[in-house]
C-alpha cells in the first residue's frame, strides 16, 4: 500500500484515489459571497464561482472538467449569476446542464440526497460524464478540525441495485480495518466500478485513526439516538444540541454519520472493525429490532418481531457469503464457524454486534420527512489491529486485507 503524508496520518492512511479535481473545502451551507461586479441590462452581476467557470470554459475545458470545476466550489444555491453562466457554459449537453446545476445547489455527490442521485442515474445513463476516479466531498470536520470526507462511486446496474454505504476508521486502534477500506477505495479508484451507488467513508474519526487511539470517553460506535429516533428528534431531545440513548452529546463525527445517512438512505451499510482475538474474527449482521419493539404485545407486535427476524435472516446469509468469500481467498474468519456451524452473530463482549448502536437496524416512523426503514448493517471485524507495514510478515497481511476488500467489492456493492 503506498504510504500516506507524513502529517500525523500514519504510514497507511487511506490513499488519495486519482481524481480529475481536488474539491476544496466543501462546507454544505456556506453563504454564497456577494457579487464581484454589478448586474448589467438583462443578466445578474458576475459572481466569482461565476467567473470562475466561465474563464475555464473560454479556455477551451470541457464538459466533464467544468463538472470538476464546479463541484471544487461551495454549493451556491442562490447565485443566480452561476446559474446564468451555467446555462451558458452547457447549452448544447442538457445532461450536462442538469448536472451542473444540481452541483450548484448541492455540491459534489456524496452530499446530495438520495433523489438527486436517483435522477442522475436515470439522466447518466450511458453517458460519459463520470470522473475516472470517484467523486470527493468533504461531509465537515472532526472534533481537532479534520477534514472528514467521504467519496461517491456511481453504480452500474439499475437502481434496483440500490446504494451502499462502508465506514471505515471508526476506532483509531483498528489500523488494519482502516487499511480495507483503503485498499477497496483505491480499487473503485482504479475503475473497479461497483453496481450499487456506492458511498466511502476512508475514516470516520481521523484525530483518533491519527492518534492510534481507539476512543475517547465516549464509544464511538455506542452513540447514536435512540432506536426509532432521527437526529432531529435527538436534537430536540437534547434542547438543541443531540445526544444519544444515554443523553450523552452525539460526537461531532456521528453527527456528520447520521447526516450522511438521513441524505443517503443506503440500502445497506457495511462498518469495518477489527478485533486482537482472533477467534472471533469474521462477518458479522446486526439484528434487526421490530417497529414496535417495546409497544406491548399483540398481532402488530408479532407481525413485526416476525419481520425483523426475517431481515435479520437476510442479512445473515449475506454476511456468511461475505465471510465465504473472503476465507477463500485467506482472510481468517474464525468467528464465523465455517467449518462446522456457521453464524453470523458477533461473539465478542456486547452481543448482536450494534455497530451503529442499535440504532441503524431500526425503523425510524416518526411521521416526519426524516421517517426510513430498517437498515441491514454487516460488521466486518478483521483478525488482528495492525496494518499490513507492522505485519511480521507484511505481504501475507497485505494479502489478507485485499481478500476482504474484495469480497466487499464483489458482493456487498453488487445489486441487492
Not at 407481525?303 to 481468517?332: C, I, N, Q, V, W
Not at 455497530?355 to 471485524?381: F, N, Q
Amino acid at each position: 500500500m503506498p504510504a500516506g503524508p507524513a502529517s500525523g496520518r500514519g504510514a497507511h492512511a487511506p490513499p488519495r484515489p486519482v481524481r480529475r479535481a481536488r474539491p476544496g473545502n466543501i462546507r454544505p451551507g456556506k453563504p454564497c459571497p456577494a457579487p464581484a461586479h454589478p448586474a448589467g441590462p438583462g443578466r445578474p452581476a458576475m459572481s466569482p464561482r461565476a467567473e470562475t467557470l466561465a474563464r475555464a470554459a473560454r479556455a477551451g475545458t470541457g464538459p466533464a472538467g467544468l463538472l470538476d470545476t464546479l463541484r471544487a466550489l461551495a454549493p451556491a444555491p442562490r447565485d443566480a449569476a452561476l446559474a446564468a453562466a451555467i446555462g451558458t457554459a452547457f447549452a448544447r449537453d442538457p445532461a450536462a446542464a442538469w448536472l451542473a446545476e444540481t452541483i450548484r445547489r448541492h455540491g459534489p455527490e456524496p452530499l446530495w440526497p438520495a433523489a438527486a442521485l436517483a435522477e442522475r442515474r436515470r439522466r447518466l445513463a450511458g453517458g460519459g460524464l463520470e470522473p475516472a476516479g470517484g467523486i470527493r466531498a468533504q461531509l465537515g470536520t472532526s472534533a481537532g478540525g479534520r477534514p472528514v470526507e467521504a467519496w461517491f462511486f456511481p453504480g452500474t446496474a439499475d437502481a434496483r441495485a440500490g446504494r451502499a454505504l462502508v465506514l471505515g476508521g471508526v476506532h483509531g486502534d483498528e489500523a488494519s480495518a482502516a487499511e480495507v477500506v483503503a485498499r477497496l477505495l483505491a480499487r473503485l479508484a482504479a475503475g473497479e466500478r461497483p453496481e450499487a451507488d456506492a458511498l466511502v467513508v476512508p475514516v470516520l474519526f481521523p484525530d483518533l485513526y491519527a492518534a492510534r487511539l481507539r476512543e475517547g470517553d465516549i464509544p464511538t460506535n455506542r452513540n447514536f439516538p435512540l432506536r426509532g429516533e432521527s437526529l432531529r428528534a435527538a436534537r430536540r431531545r437534547g434542547g438543541g444540541r443531540p445526544v444519544d440513548d444515554l443523553g450523552r452529546p452525539l460526537l461531532p463525527e456521528n453527527v456528520l454519520l447520521l447526516d450522511l445517512i438521513r441524505r443517503f438512505r443506503p440500502d445497506r451499510i457495511a462498518s469495518l472493525h477489527a478485533t486482537p482475538k482472533p477467534e472471533r474474527a469474521g462477518i458479522f449482521a446486526d439484528p434487526h429490532a421490530p417497529a414496535s419493539a417495546g409497544t406491548g404485545a399483540g398481532t402488530g407486535a408479532a407481525a413485526a418481531a416476525a419481520a425483523a427476524a426475517a431481515l435479520t435472516a437476510a442479512d445473515a446469509a449475506l454476511a456468511l457469503r461475505l465471510a465465504g468469500a473472503a476465507a477463500a481467498a485467506g482472510a481468517r474468519v474464525a468467528g464465523n464457524g465455517l467449518g462446522g456451524r456457521p453464524t453470523a452473530i458477533w461473539g465478542g463482549e456486547v452481543s448482536g454486534g450494534m455497530s451503529l448502536g442499535g440504532w441503524g437496524p431500526a425503523p425510524v416512523a416518526e411521521g416526519g420527512p426524516d421517517d426510513r426503514a430498517s437498515i441491514p448493517i454487516v460488521t466486518v471485524e478483521v483478525a488482528g489491529l495492525e496494518e499490513s507495514a507492522a505485519a511480521a510478515d507484511p505481504a501475507a497481511r497485505a494479502a489478507e486485507l485485499d481478500a476482504f476488500a474484495d469480497a466487499l467489492l464483489r458482493l456487498f456493492l453488487r445489486g441487492a
